[in-house]
């Protein structure tokens, strides 16, 4: 159907809007014939599969270019070579960063990201995250401070990892912007909840800005090309995974009128378990486990003369090559 209405003719007569809606109704036929043949439950498993692709051959060369630099680094004993691949291996571990947090952010958006619940006690991860920025907090001679409840004492269920993830970022966020102030955390815990809150008396975030900074890619500065570090997915990412881990975060007024101040909680799965298992009742000891008991305890005997074996799964030649190298002298 060929109408012409260039040059911002007016259509007027009866059969030219007649003429005009026949048009509208084909185009959105043919639409509608275009979403029949690529439904959007194809587009989206082709993204994944993409996804996946792009994931695996990211990694793999960084993780060829990470090892290699690691091997040298440990077998060179001139200073300078020793100071370059330093400064490689800490570029390696930026972009490593920086593919995580795009994974993730795609991960979680399309739900499909599994959480790995294990049981553990919070000052193990306390202990681990405190020793990462150790030498940060010295450098920008923050006062450090942090209060874990008693009540906390006994192992908590969830992500080790993710939750590690949570507090990395929210720790290293607030280290950024307070050079010479003062950090806060303190944790507690409510029923199933263990709540976590991390105040800074640094430049802190206007009010107009903090439903803005949970947004995908949004940097607070303008000129954030030069300023900002990061790909702006960081903030979006934690909101996500305190959600997958059954909580939520948000802003809260800092007792000190200045900085910043961040609540999340995330739910112990041990207690949410506990009380599923006493509303359902469930027998426990008839759960066949799927392992040969006396096969682990002869592996767990701390005999010298047994044959310690690691398995290595790695399908590109040169970094299992690379990781047999690197484990040699271990």
């Given at each position: 159907l060929n109408l012409d209405i260039s040059n911002n003719q007016i259509i007027t007569t009866e059969k030219q809007i007649t003429d005009y809606l026949d048009l509208v109704k084909k185009i959105i036929k043919s639409i509608q014939?275009?979403?029949?043949?690529?439904?959007?439950?194809?587009?989206?498993?082709?993204?994944?599969?993409?996804?996946?692709?792009?994931?695996?051959?990211?990694r793999t060369p960084l993780q060829g270019i990470t090892s290699c630099a690691s091997v040298l680094q440990n077998k060179s004993d001139d200073a300078t070579h020793k100071k370059i691949l330093k400064h490689l291996l800490n570029s390696c571990l930026e972009l490593n960063i920086y593919i995580n947090d795009i994974m993730d952010f795609y991960l979680l958006k399309e739900k499909s990201m599994e959480m790995e619940y294990t049981s553990f006690k919070l000052n193990e991860l306390l202990t681990e995250v405190n020793d990462f920025f150790l030498l940060d907090i010295e450098k920008a001679k923050i006062d450090y401070k942090f209060q874990l409840s008693i009540m906390l004492n006994k192992p908590i269920k969830t992500d080790y990892k993710r939750l590690k993830q949570i507090m990395r970022h929210l720790i290293s966020n607030s280290i950024h912007f307070s050079a010479n102030e003062m950090i806060n955390l303190?944790?507690?815990?409510?029923?199933?909840?263990?709540?976590?809150?991390?105040?800074?008396?640094?430049?802190?975030i206007k009010e107009t800005e903090r439903e803005k900074v949970w947004l995908p890619f949004y940097q607070i500065e303008e000129n954030w090309m030069t300023n900002q570090e990061g790909l702006g997915l960081g903030l979006t990412n934690t909101k996500m995974l305190?959600?997958?881990?059954?909580?939520?975060?948000?802003?809260?007024?800092?007792p000190f009128s200045k900085g910043t101040a961040l609540q999340f909680y995330i739910k112990d799965m041990s207690v949410v378990e506990?009380?599923?298992?006493?509303?359902?009742?469930?027998?426990?000891?008839?759960?066949?486990?799927?392992?040969?008991?006396?096969?682990?305890?002869?592996?767990?005997?701390?005999?010298?003369?047994?044959?310690?074996?690691?398995?290595?799964?790695?399908?590109?030649?040169?970094?299992?090559?690379?990781?047999?190298?690197?484990?040699?002298?271990?």
């Open positions: 014939n275009c979403k029949n043949l690529c439904p959007l439950g194809y587009i989206q498993s082709q993204n994944s599969n993409v996804l996946s692709s792009l994931n695996h051959q990211l303190e944790i507690k815990k409510e029923e199933e909840k263990i709540i976590f809150t991390v105040i800074d008396t640094g430049s802190g305190c959600q997958e881990l059954g909580g939520d975060i948000k802003f809260i007024d800092s506990r009380k599923k298992k006493n509303k359902t009742e469930i027998n426990l000891e008839k759960i066949d486990y799927g392992y040969d008991k006396n096969l682990y305890n002869n592996n767990n005997n701390n005999n010298e003369n047994q044959i310690q074996n690691i398995l290595i799964v790695e399908d590109h030649s040169m970094n299992a090559e690379l990781i047999k190298l690197m484990l040699e002298n271990k």
